[in-house]
């Protein structure tokens, strides 16, 4: 049975025809490709890399960049359509679309030399080359500036030392967008992104063992032991750490569109099982108020995570969205997911607890997109600076 | 090459439709629009055929309203050629919509015609076979396997119980059923240039019907199945009330 989506709004009507196609596209293809087999590799704690080529192929990596590239030249809507229903799948599915597009190729676009782009972007765009991006360490998270990772210049290479952790693809991926600080002191300013093969001597990546969310993705630690680069592997135009928070707000902006796909699972899974399921005297117990009102809350937030996502893409395409606009989408919108994975676990009873159906496990990934890229605390400090103009991190 | 692939705008098979009021026809809104799903093998089947041969055009036909563009620009996102719109809302009468598609055929020079074997809407299977009638050319209904070589096709087609392989002289009219082929997704890059293909629209005025439809009902509401048992100790109950209630047996 195809997915049936939730649209109380009729957001559709204010789709174009081919950013309804596209959504419509990837719908289909995690109905017939994602949903029969999300649940064994969730319990094996494995990501499905037998779907990477067929969603290159598709053209879901980096879809908003343009065809020059061998990318899919996409509008933003229709790119963050195209997350809403991955996410709907899986986050780990989603995750790995937005670092491969958001966190790889958007910064190899953005800040890197035409040869660079040339050289990497259609590799990326085919799923030929896997790419990962290094930013967080163990002991600098919501504080990335803090950073110890380091690149040092020798003649014409660069000499990165340093720990990434955390690190989505860090494990299969053939390369990575590192950061690290460049100069002697400790300057945020000093800090720029490298890319880094990861089959150069020095570089390993480890599974982070353990998890018990986002458990169909990969998350590893990434060594870097005396990792020598030429020159031409610098990003030339990355310039301090706010180049590595532009990459943050495309990931960022795309997981806004995510968290509805995950609840618009959840609460089609709550309507479903609520209208079949029976206690007391044969009813339903969609027939209690009770439940009712709790699938009328899950209804009204997606509604209201639908409007600022939708609304956030169009100002996108514009030209005119602020990274503090992202920040509220992405703060307001992962937690309301939250909200109704765990609703609907809840109206599923003992049987949500099960893999088999799949609010428990939205609510576990969900928990990894609460806290990743930007926690929901930094998200509202960032606001709080933007509404008081006083920094409070 | 040219193949001309016919498509229709049909609810999708998710849709809950409603017979409307006055019970002549459904009540629209809110209902999500598809290619008729069987129309699919018949494009995946063009494409490939064009694929193949390294030539040849693939034009999809449409009879539908102005919003069939929409499935017209799937076709061609999956790899359509260019499309022809003729807007009409098409009636539930098989033989007026055959004729109307085959008065474009007429002056469209093609080797090969294809359609889905049904429409998933009205279910009539009339029209592949009427438009061969019409335009004079051999047709074969419901393959699962199809051969085209220079000047002839050989199909494998699904009858009762088994398979038959005919061979038909192109131009010629398929149909194509399930089992046929895989049909693709239209990937972003297709659907992004589905956009600038062409697209031709035109008015057309349908012929009087010769069927009138009289009225339509919703299937009433199925009475919930009952288990009577599991394995071989449900047989005897079954049985019995297969003889006594049933009485099929
Ligand atoms: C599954 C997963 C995948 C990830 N993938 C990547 C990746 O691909 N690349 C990458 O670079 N990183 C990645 N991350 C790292 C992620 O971005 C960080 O975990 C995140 O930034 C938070 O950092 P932290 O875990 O060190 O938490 P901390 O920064 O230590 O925060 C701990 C708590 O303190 C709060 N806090 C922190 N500072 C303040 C403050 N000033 N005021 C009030 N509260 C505060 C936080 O909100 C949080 O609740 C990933 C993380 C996960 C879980």
């Known amino acids: 049975m195809s997915f049936e989506g939730v649209d109380y709004f009729d957001i559709d009507g204010m789709l174009s025809d081919e950013e309804r196609q596209v959504r419509d596209m990837v719908r289909r293809w995690v109905d017939e490709n994602v949903m029969p087999i999300i649940d064994e590799h969730y319990v094996e704690h494995e990501f499905p890399s037998q779907l990477v080529p067929e969603m290159a192929e598709l053209g879901f990596y980096g879809a908003n960049l343009p065809q020059e590239y061998g990318c899919a030249g996409l509008n933003n809507v229709a790119y963050g359509l195209i997350m809403q229903e991955l996410e709907r799948g899986d986050s780990g599915i989603r995750s790995f679309a937005s670092v491969q597009g958001a966190l790889v190729m958007y910064p190899i676009y953005e800040f890197g030399s035409e040869e660079q782009r040339r050289e990497w972007l259609p590799k990326l765009a085919s799923g030929e080359a896997i790419g990962c991006f290094g930013l967080t360490e163990p002991d600098f998270g919501s504080n990335p500036g803090g950073m110890r990772t380091r690149a040092r210049k020798d003649g014409d290479e660069w000499v990165i030392n340093g720990t990434k952790m955390w690190i989505t693809n860090g494990s299969m991926a053939d390369v990575a967008v590192i950061w690290a600080k460049t100069g002697e002191g400790d300057d945020p300013d000093d800090i720029r992104g490298f890319i880094v093969e990861t089959d150069r001597e020095g570089y390993t990546g480890k599974d982070q063992e353990g998890k018990l969310s986002l458990l169909a993705s990969d998350t590893s630690e990434i060594a870097l032991q005396d990792v020598r680069v030429p020159e031409e592997n610098l990003l030339p135009e990355s310039d301090g750490l706010v180049s590595a928070l532009k990459c943050l707000t495309q990931a960022r902006y795309g997981i806004a569109w995510g968290a509805c796909g995950a609840a618009m699972a959840c609460y089609r899974e709550a309507v479903d099982y609520a209208g079949e399921r029976t206690q007391f005297d044969d009813e339903p117990i969609a027939g209690t108020q009770l439940q009712q009102t709790r699938l009328a809350e899950m209804l009204t937030d997606i509604t209201r995570a639908q409007l600022l996502a939708y609304r956030l893409g169009r100002l996108k395409d514009e030209g005119t969205m602020r990274p503090q606009q992202v920040s509220m989408a992405k703060r307001n919108n992962v937690d309301m997911a939250c909200e109704c994975a765990r609703e609907a676990r809840r109206l599923l009873g003992a049987n949500g607890i099960l893999v088999e159906y799949q609010s428990m496990r939205h609510m576990a990934n969900l928990e990894s997109v609460y806290t990743y890229e930007g926690t929901h605390d930094i998200h509202g400090l960032i606001l709080g600076q933007d509404i008081t103009g006083i920094p409070a991190y | ?249």
């Open chain 2, 1 to 249: 090459m040219n193949i001309i692939v016919c498509v229709k705008r049909v609810p999708d098979s998710g849709t809950r439709v409603r017979v409307t009021g006055d019970g002549r026809g459904i009540d629209t809104s809110g209902v999500k629009y598809v290619v008729n799903p069987y129309d699919e093998f018949a494009v995946e089947e063009a494409i490939q055929i064009r694929e193949e041969r390294g030539e040849g055009q693939v034009t999809a036909l449409c009879l539908g309203p102005d919003e069939a563009e929409e499935q017209l620009r799937n076709a061609l996102a999956m790899g359509a050629d260019d499309a022809v719109l003729l807007e009409a809302e098409p009636p539930m009468d098989g033989l007026t919509v055959a004729r109307e598609l085959a008065a474009e055929l007429e002056d469209r020079d093609f080797d090969l015609l294809l359609f889905g074997k049904q429409a998933i809407d009205d279910d009539n299977m009339q029209v592949p076979p009427m438009v061969a009638e019409i335009l004079g050319l051999p047709c074969a209904t419901v393959v699962v396997d199809l051969d085209v070589e220079d000047g002839r096709a050989v199909a494998r087609r699904e009858v009762e119980g088994g398979h038959e392989m005919v061979e038909l002289e192109l131009p010629a009219v398929v149909s194509t059923q399930k089992g046929l082929n895989e049909p693709r997704y239209a990937d972003l890059k297709g659907i992004m240039a589905a956009k600038k293909k062409p697209l031709e629209k035109k008015e057309v005025e349908l012929a009087e019907a010769s069927t009138e439809l009289l009225s339509m009902r919703e299937p009433e509401e199925g009475t919930d199945g009952e288990i009577v048992g599991e394995g071989a100790e449900a047989a005897p109950e079954l049985a019995r009330r297969l003889h006594e209630e049933a009485k099929v047996l």
